[in-house]
T-cell receptor, first 118, second 115 residues
Framework: DAGVIQSPRHEVTEMGQEVTLRCKPISGHNSLFWYRQTMMRGLELLIYFNNNVPIDDSGMPEDRFSAKMPNASFSTLKIQPSEPRDSAVYFC????????????????FGPGTRLTVL | AQKITQTQPGMFVQEKEAVTLDCTYDTSDPSYGLFWYKQPSSGEMIFLIYQGSYDQQNATEGRYSLNFQKARKSANLVISASQLGDSAMYFCAMRAPGGGNKLTFGTGTQLKVEL
């Protein structure tokens, strides 16, 4: 089975440009998470969805960031306009919440998108 | 609010030896789960082991075990018989009902296994 798929794997852009990161969760998973990892701040949750509905976006840094999940197999994280401080590795993760007989439902991470904003 | 603390920024261990990576947590929820993830230099996040707050026994998964001390709010990861491939960053994380379905991660411990 394919794991979580993220694209692009690397993105280099100039300040002010729009950036769109894409994620395909594991088929059948009903929770999707967007994280950002930097040396300074570590691994931060930006937003997560349950059954395509955003549940908690308190980690989204500011209005320049937006995320959508139009269907169960696709999500996007958009930054507009991008700034150099947005440079980070962005991870998407998915899990299957509420699986009978399974108490923990670990999150499976994608390979990440390394974003560099010049 | 939930908080995870990993006080060891870096650790060294000799091949074939055991190593303990520390993790303490803070939550007011009686029901919670603790996770350990491994992040090798290639960057992917790999799930290792889970401990539930109501689990009676410490979790084990192959060479990984979790030393869960509930009263002390600690969930240390023990890696036995270290291998060179264990060199990586290790993250402790917690999920608590008050935090929804999300994980709160610690700052990580960089483990280096030496010959």
């Amino acid at each position: 089975d394919a794991g979580v798929i993220q694209s692009p794997r690397h993105e280099v852009t100039e300040m002010g440009q729009e950036v769109t990161l894409r994620c395909k969760p594991i088929s059948g998973h009903n929770s999707l998470f967007w994280y950002r990892q930097t040396m300074m701040r570590g691994l931060e949750l930006l937003i997560y969805f349950n059954n395509n509905v955003p549940i908690d976006d308190s980690g989204m840094p500011e209005d320049r960031f937006s995320a959508k999940m139009p269907n169960a197999s696709f999500s996007t994280l958009k930054i507009q306009p991008s700034e150099p401080r947005d440079s980070a590795v962005y991870f998407c993760a998915s899990s299957l919440a509420g699986l009978a007989g399974r108490s923990y439902n670990e999150q499976f991470f994608g390979p990440g998108t390394r974003l560099t904003v010049l | 609010a939930q908080k995870i603390t990993q006080t060891q920024p870096g650790m060294f261990v000799q091949e074939k030896e055991a190593v303990t990576l520390d993790c303490t947590y803070d939550t007011s929820d009686p029901s919670y789960g603790l996770f350990w993830y491994k992040q090798p230099s290639s960057g992917e996040m790999i799930f290792l082991i889970y401990q539930g707050s109501y689990d009676q026994q410490n979790a084990t998964e192959g060479r990984y075990s979790l030393n869960f001390q509930k009263a002390r709010k600690s969930a240390n990861l023990v890696i036995s018989a270290s291998q060179l491939g264990d060199s990586a960053m290790y993250f402790c994380a917690m999920r608590a009902p008050g935090g929804g379905n999300k994980l709160t991660f610690g700052t990580g411990t960089q483990l280096k296994v030496e010959l």
